[in-house]
Structures are given as C-alpha cells and as structure tokens.
C-alpha cells in the first residue's frame, strides 16, 4: 500500500504555545487529506478535510483558527494547533487518498502525540 | 451524517478461539474498508468490501459485505495475540465507527 509519513510522532509543548504537524504522502499524490483526533481507547474523530490548493473543509464543532490547516502540495499538509491548551492534548492523525485507488481507501500516518503542558 | 456502529465494543479471548466484530449502519454504503490499530499507531488498512454478498478472505481474517451494503463483519478464526489490536471500519467520507478493542491472550 501507499506510505504517509506523519512527523513529529510525540510533541511536548508549553500552553500558549503552537505546534505543527507534517503529514507527507511519500510515494504518491493525495488531493485529499484528513485530519483525525483520537481519545485513549476511542475511535477517530474527523476534524477537517484538507484538499491541495485550497481551503480545508472542517467538521462542525472544529475551531478553524484553533487547528490550522494548509495543503500547499500534492504531497504535503500540514495541521497548526495554535496557542495550545491542556485540552489539546491528544492524538493527532492524517490520512491521504492515493489517486489510484478507490475513491473511500486511505492510508494513514503514523499519528502525533501532542502534550500540552 | 451516515453512522456506523461496532459491536461488541470490547473483546477478550483467549489464542486458538474465533470471533466476530459486526459493523452495521442504516445507510447503504458504497464500499466499507476496514483497519487494524496498534496502540500510538495509525490504523492500517486491511481490506475493502464493495460488493453486496461479497466475501474477502486474508489468511485467518474473513471479511463480508451485507447483501444490502449497510453491514460487514469480520471474522478472526484461530485468533493469534498478534491480532490484538483496535479493529475499525470505515465508509462514505471515511466516517469511522467507534471500535472493537479484541485482546488476544496466549
């Protein structure tokens, strides 16, 4: 299958502060890429859509300005959680759409943890 | 929103047992994938069900598509601690359900 390359894997950060999370489609282009957040022992939460070249499209309840999203290439969207909070804290994972393959298959990063402090 | 639901939530056998994981839904899907977390892990992907009816094989795992596509289950047979995992399944815009934890102990 196709690799997605998520970086970094664990982040401590201060409150207040603002992390980005890289998520690469490695060997193939991904129009599409999604931007989950998982709980301890929970499913995946959709939080946005990030689509090359344009705007992200976010789920209701997902602050825009909170969790920036930006997909400036084929290969590369990056998810900002800005002036991050306690309540931040969580697992962060994307996930990108091979062209190739069917239209609801994706493959996923390896996830962020993100600790706010 | 089209919502899938997993059931059981929790399983807990013991190696060489079977065991099913159901995903069902009121809506009908046009295919449903289904994955495999490890925990801090992203979850993997391990086959996709498109046809009404249809039944995937891969190794132990059996997979089936309802006739109607609105459910799929996957049946683990002679489940090794290998398969311990969080297995998900996922359909339309990727809207995942909340989970089976399947714990395999020796």
Redesign the interface.
Same mark, same amino acid.
């Given at each position: 299958g196709a690799v997605v390359s998520q970086h970094p894997s664990r982040v401590i950060c201060k409150s207040g502060t603002s992390v980005k999370i890289e998520c690469r489609s490695l060997d193939f282009q991904a129009t599409t890429m999604f931007w989950y957040r998982q709980f301890p022992k929970k499913s995946l939460m959709l939080m946005a859509t990030s689509n090359e070249g344009s705007k992200a499209t976010y789920e209701q309840g997902v602050e825009k300005d909170k969790f920036l999203i930006n997909h400036a290439s084929l290969t590369l969207s990056t998810l900002t959680v800005t002036s991050a909070h306690p309540e931040d804290s969580s697992f962060y994972i994307c996930s990108a759409r091979d062209m190739g393959y069917r239209d609801t298959e994706a493959f996923f990063g390896q996830g962020t943890r993100l600790t706010v402090v | 929103t089209q919502l899938l639901e997993q059931s059981p939530q929790f399983l807990s056998i013991q190696e060489g047992e079977n065991l099913t994981v159901y995903c069902n839904s009121s809506s009908v899907f046009?295919?449903l +994938?289904w994955?495999r977390q490890e925990p801090?892990?992203?979850?993997?992907?391990l086959v996709?069900v498109?046809t009404g009816g249809e039944v995937k094989k891969l190794k132990r795992l059996t997979f089936q598509f309802g006739d109607a596509r609105k459910d799929s289950s996957l049946h683990i047979t002679a489940a090794q601690p290998g398969d311990t995992g969080?297995y998900?399944c996922?359909?339309?815009?990727? +809207?995942?359900?909340?989970?089976t +934890?399947v714990v395999v102990t020796p």
């Open positions: - | 046009s295919s +994938q994955y801090g892990e992203g979850p993997v992907l996709t498109v969080l998900l996922a359909g339309g815009k990727l +809207q995942f359900g909340a989970g +934890q």
